[in-house]
């Protein structure tokens, strides 16, 4: 597949690591330039692109920046995309340590993914945010394997969440379907499925004993 990845943090360059091992066309790109990714494009083969062109022909578009750069994001970012986009939402809310505060979040209830998507105008997938970068290349496991890992996916779109879930599997990881955006908040930060290194019914369970309230370390 085409796939763009908005941020080459942690999580965005292991990703480009891998998904390149795995035959996939990767475009990557990062708020300082397409001329600062010149060492991940060498060694993956990826290709560096501004964030603008990130998207344009991408069946999978990974966006995987901090939440209070969502909004700084070009107006269109994927209006170049494929048609039935499948867009994965890495993202925290992280209010006291780095964003701020969030008045959508903290007031109307809205989960960090569904923010995201309404920022971006696209509904998203909520996939990897509480996975640890370096599980991405050093965890991934045969179907089958009673050590594979299990990653909770949250999405409105079925379709773009089937999407996701084959690429994860791809990875070497199993996925629990965690429901709607509205159903996220899950796996959110501070949940018992956040940085759970489980399998499936690990991690179904966790899910299942979500609190609802968000814990005070993760409100502004």
């Known amino acids: ?9 942690n999580i965005g360059g ?10 996939h066309d990767v475009s990557v790109a990062n708020s300082r330039g397409p001329q600062t990714l010149t060492a991940l494009a060498e060694e993956t083969g990826a290709t560096p692109v501004p964030v603008e062109e990130a998207a344009r022909g991408a069946e999978v578009v990974v966006v995987t920046i ?3 750069a969502i909004p700084n994001l070009p107006a269109g970012i994927l209006d170049g995309a494929a048609e039935n986009v499948a867009v994965i939402d890495t993202g925290n809310y992280y209010p006291q340590q780095r964003d701020g505060r969030i008045a959508a979040i903290e007031d109307e209830g809205l989960t960090e993914s ?5 920022q971006i105008g696209h509904t998203v997938v909520k996939a990897f945010n509480g996975t640890f970068a370096q599980d991405i290349l050093e965890r991934p496991r045969p179907a089958g394997d009673p050590d594979r890992q299990a990653v909770p996916v949250a999405g409105d779109d079925e379709a773009a969440k089937r999407v996701v879930r084959n690429l994860i599997d791809e990875l070497g990881f199993d996925t629990v379907d965690a429901g709607t955006l509205a159903d996220s908040w899950r796996q959110q930060p501070g949940t018992p499925v956040y940085g759970l290194r489980e399998g499936v019914a690990g991690v179904s ?3 299942a004993e979500a609190p609802r309230e968000r814990p005070a370390d993760f409100r502004a």
């Open 205 to 207: 369970k966790a899910l």
């Open 66 to 68: 901090p939440l209070k």
């Open 1 to 9: 597949m085409k796939i763009g990845i908005i941020g080459a943090g």
């Open 114 to 118: 569904a923010w995201t998507a309404r």
């Open 14 to 23: 292991n990703l480009t690591r891998r998904l390149t091992a795995l035959g």
